[in-house]
Nanobody, 122 residues
Framework: VQLQASGGGLVQAGGSLRLSCAAS????????MGWFRQAPGKERAVVAA????????YYVNSVKGRFTISRDNAQNTVYLQMNSLKPEDTAVYYC????????????????WGQGTEVTVSS
């Protein structure tokens, strides 16, 4: 599956952004999906994930209550709504298709988008 992430940009602290990830090439609803981020000088890490049907979600503690992952299987798109953004949310954000196992581990994702950069100014 090919993934194309978009929606990044520069925003002030406290602001919001919505990231989108459009999928093509395979049946989108066959895959759970995740969003990862990589901050400067840090390893890439999971932010959120959503099941194939969208009825189950996972968030890391640092974004709970601020970020919302959702998907539209008819539009082959997964979203990440980011509210109350903080400077520490600054990173390149990647969407990925989950192949199985824990949502937490990068190795459990087999298709990746190209990344979209989010910068939160203080």
């Amino acid at each position: 599956v090919q993934l194309q992430a978009s929606g990044g940009g520069l925003v002030q602290a406290g602001g919001s952004l919505r990231l989108s990830c459009a999928a093509s090439g395979r049946t989108f609803s066959d895959y759970a999906m995740g969003w990862f981020r990589q901050a400067p000088g840090k390893e890439r890490a999971v932010v959120a994930a959503i099941s194939r049907s969208g009825d189950s979600t996972y968030y890391v503690n640092s974004v709970k209550g601020r970020f919302t992952i959702s998907r539209d299987n008819a539009q082959n798109t997964v979203y990440l709504q980011m509210n109350s953004l903080k400077p520490e949310d600054t990173a390149v954000y990647y969407c990925a298709a989950h192949k199985g196992g824990s949502y937490y581990y990068e190795d459990n994702y087999n298709y990746w988008g190209q990344g979209t950069e989010v910068t939160v100014s203080s």
